[in-house]
């Protein structure tokens, strides 16, 4: 993976980053929830009565953000290197991790860790070594250089 730091867009970042906090904020003070997308998604794939309505709209909101998006500006063009099977497979992968994790980064790394949840805390902590070992042991362990670029 190569960090372009001349594409390094530290206003659109900073805008992204208070755009989802300001979400999350509505979501809670107006409707008592938490913006966990994983969370989110699984409500919706086991519904429950009175609550898919807001979990739909939230996901429709997800979906529809690039494309609000493109009309103000052009979308960065994207670079995916892994195939369809491995795309699926890590996409299964933090799926499964999620629902045994009670949640994903954003549900426990941005409302949790605002809301000062220890359990959330732990997950964090938990997420970011996780990730810190898997690309040591790859890149360094097991010399994937190529997979991880």
Not at 103 to 131: I, K, N, P
């Amino acid at each position: 993976m190569d960090i372009a730091w001349n594409a390094f867009t530290p206003g659109a970042s900073l805008a992204g980053g208070l755009l989802i906090g300001v979400a999350a904020a509505v979501l809670v003070l107006f409707n008592g929830r938490i913006a966990g997308i994983s969370g989110i998604v699984a409500g919706l794939l086991m519904p429950r009565a009175k609550d898919n309505i807001w979990r739909a709209l939230f996901v429709l909101g997800l979906l529809a953000a690039p494309l609000l998006y493109a009309l103000v500006t052009a979308l960065p063009a994207l670079r995916i290197d892994a195939g369809y099977p491995e795309i699926v497979l890590a996409g299964l992968l933090v799926g499964v991790g999620t629902r045994y994790g009670a949640g994903c980064t954003s549900g426990h790394g941005v409302c949790g860790l605002s809301r000062f949840s220890l359990r959330s805390a732990l997950a964090t902590v938990s997420f970011m070594a996780a990730g810190f070992l898997s690309v040591y042991l790859l890149r360094h362990v097991l010399g994937l250089q190529g997979a991880l670029s």
